[in-house]
């Protein structure tokens, strides 16, 4: 049963001026508190409020603890079953009701159970959104066409990205959908603050989408558990970063091999592999160099003999060139070409520089968390392709002067 209530004077303390318990679970329910490495288990009662707080009860000595909606770093899918929805928590972040120096914080376990009817009521008035359906987003957003969905191998579809409560919401991706195919060489844009980074971090799982899906070969990622998601990540993407993220201490061998070696490859694979990545990167000359030793153009190809040591599908590479002199980046950036090209390695990168991006074959520009424009290379040169970005930008720069 519903039932709907004021302002709790056990939560007034700890709720927002305008935070109200909208919804209590007519039974209490077993959480399984984690405390070094061991699980106590406790019965609770789940008030859930309208700003997507959770508060857990326990009667018998009158305290709580709570979830903060701003902790809340991925979204609670449930299933539905027997009519209830079933919400499965694992390794959930909630703070005590008195915060000691020792422990700021709690995680916890538990399976909810909601009715079908009482989980339509919590959706229709909270403020944000908290639970989602399993494979529903899938299910009601049928965006990419039968004939051309074969061929695209990552998708983010009605993605929205919210950081804040609900007084001080902040959206830095408002319904994006992009699609990537086998092959491309996607490049995105946009100004400070636009939401680039944002999309290229929820395309790749480093971060969650508030709402919205984000599929890969068809398969919804967001319904992964950690330890699965890692082992996607592994297989299927290399990450390439602008500051390099080399150990000083190992050799560039030793750096390449890295993820073999925390995989457990077998010592000759991780040979095998390893000089046969230098060699297609022209680094042999110096696998037994450490970092420090290294040119900064050396180092990046370093890092991209990292992440494609792991055969992976897509390459992410967020702003690459930032540390690199002019001559050193389009190096960098034709060696991605010639990967792209002749080994058809799918790539996904973010840049603010013109001329890196007129190497890529699909410009996805974004303005206010939004896709604002996409442009196809097709048959242009390189050249052309170059001038057509600028266009874009430019026309962004324009815009930015009329505000002004």
């Given at each position: 049963?519903?039932?709907i209530l004021?302002v709790?004077?056990r939560?007034?303390?700890?709720m927002?001026?305008d935070?109200n318990v909208i919804?209590e679970l007519?039974?209490?329910?077993?959480v399984?508190i984690?405390?070094?490495?061991e699980?106590?288990?406790?019965?609770?009662k789940?008030?859930?409020?309208?700003?997507?707080?959770?508060?857990?009860?326990?009667e018998?000595?009158s305290?709580?603890f709570y979830?903060?909606?701003?902790?809340?770093?991925?979204?609670?899918?449930y299933?539905i079953?027997?009519?209830y929805?079933?919400c499965?928590l694992?390794?959930f972040i909630?703070?005590?009701?008195k915060?000691s120096?020792?422990?700021?914080?709690?995680?916890?376990?538990c399976?909810?159970?909601?009715?079908v009817?009482?989980?339509?009521?919590?959706?229709?008035?909270?403020?944000?959104g908290l639970?989602?359906?399993?494979?529903?987003?899938?299910e009601?957003?049928?965006?990419?066409?039968?004939?051309?969905s074969a061929?695209?191998?990552?998708?983010g579809?009605?993605?929205?990205?919210e950081y804040g409560?609900?007084?001080?919401k902040?959206?830095?991706l408002?319904?994006?959908t992009?699609?990537i195919?086998?092959g491309?060489f996607?490049?995105i844009?946009?100004?400070s603050g636009s939401g680039k980074?944002?999309l290229?971090?929820n395309l790749?799982t480093?971060d969650?989408?508030t709402s919205?899906?984000?599929?890969f070969?068809?398969?919804?990622l967001l319904?992964?558990?950690?330890?699965e998601m890692?082992?996607?990540?592994?297989?299927?993407?290399g990450?390439?970063?602008?500051?390099?993220?080399l150990?000083?201490?190992?050799?560039v061998?030793?750096?390449?091999?890295?993820?073999?070696?925390?995989?457990a490859?077998p010592?000759k694979?991780?040979?095998?592999?390893?000089?046969?990545?230098?060699?297609?990167?022209?680094?042999?000359?110096?696998l037994?160099k450490?970092?420090s030793?290294?040119?900064?153009g050396?180092r990046q190809?370093?890092?991209c003999a990292?992440?494609?040591?792991?055969?992976p599908?897509i390459?992410?590479?967020d702003?690459?060139?930032?540390?690199?002199?002019?001559k050193?980046?389009?190096?960098f950036?034709k060696?991605?070409q010639?990967?792209?090209e002749?080994?058809g390695?799918?790539?996904?990168?973010v840049?603010?520089d013109?001329?890196i991006a007129?190497y890529?074959?699909?410009?996805?520009f974004?303005?206010?968390?939004?896709v604002?424009?996409i442009l196809?290379?097709?048959?242009?040169?390189?050249?052309?392709?170059?001038?057509?970005?600028?266009?874009?930008?430019s026309?962004?720069s324009?815009?930015?002067l009329?505000?002004?």
């Amino acid at each position: 049963m519903i039932i709907i209530l004021s302002v709790d004077s056990r939560f007034t303390k700890f709720m927002a001026e305008d935070e109200n318990v909208i919804y209590e679970l007519a039974e209490p329910i077993e959480v399984a508190i984690e405390n070094r490495g061991e699980k106590l288990l406790q019965r609770r009662k789940l008030f859930i409020s309208n700003i997507g707080n959770l508060y857990f009860y326990n009667e018998e000595k009158s305290s709580f603890f709570y979830s903060n909606a701003k902790t809340i770093t991925k979204n609670i899918y449930y299933k539905i079953k027997d009519g209830y929805a079933l919400c499965s928590l694992k390794h959930f972040i909630v703070f005590a009701e008195k915060k000691s120096i020792i422990a700021p914080n709690l995680f916890i376990g538990c399976t909810i159970k909601i009715p079908v009817n009482d989980m339509d009521f919590i959706q229709k008035n909270l403020s944000l959104g908290l639970f989602f359906e399993k494979d529903a987003i899938a299910e009601n957003h049928e965006d990419i066409s039968p004939e051309s969905s074969a061929n695209i191998i990552l998708s983010g579809e009605h993605l929205v990205k919210e950081y804040g409560d609900y007084k001080d919401k902040f959206t830095a991706l408002n319904d994006v959908t992009v699609k990537i195919e086998t092959g491309d060489f996607v490049c995105i844009m946009g100004p400070s603050g636009s939401g680039k980074s944002t999309l290229i971090n929820n395309l790749s799982t480093i971060d969650t989408p508030t709402s919205g899906a984000v599929k890969f070969k068809g398969k919804n990622l967001l319904s992964m558990g950690e330890k699965e998601m890692s082992n996607f990540r592994y297989k299927n993407l290399g990450f390439i970063f602008q500051d390099f993220n080399l150990v000083n201490t190992l050799t560039v061998k030793e750096n390449i091999a890295l993820p073999l070696i925390l995989a457990a490859v077998p010592r000759k694979e991780i040979e095998e592999r390893t000089s046969e990545i230098a060699e297609t990167l022209n680094i042999t000359e110096i696998l037994k160099k450490y970092p420090s030793q290294c040119s900064g153009g050396q180092r990046q190809r370093v890092s991209c003999a990292r992440a494609l040591v792991t055969n992976p599908q897509i390459i992410v590479a967020d702003e690459p060139t930032g540390n690199l002199d002019t001559k050193n980046s389009h190096e960098f950036l034709k060696m991605l070409q010639n990967l792209n090209e002749k080994n058809g390695t799918t790539i996904l990168m973010v840049t603010h520089d013109n001329m890196i991006a007129s190497y890529s074959k699909k410009l996805i520009f974004i303005r206010d968390g939004k896709v604002a424009e996409i442009l196809e290379k097709d048959s242009s040169t390189q050249k052309e392709f170059f001038y057509k970005i600028v266009d874009v930008t430019s026309g962004e720069s324009q815009n930015l002067l009329d505000i002004l």
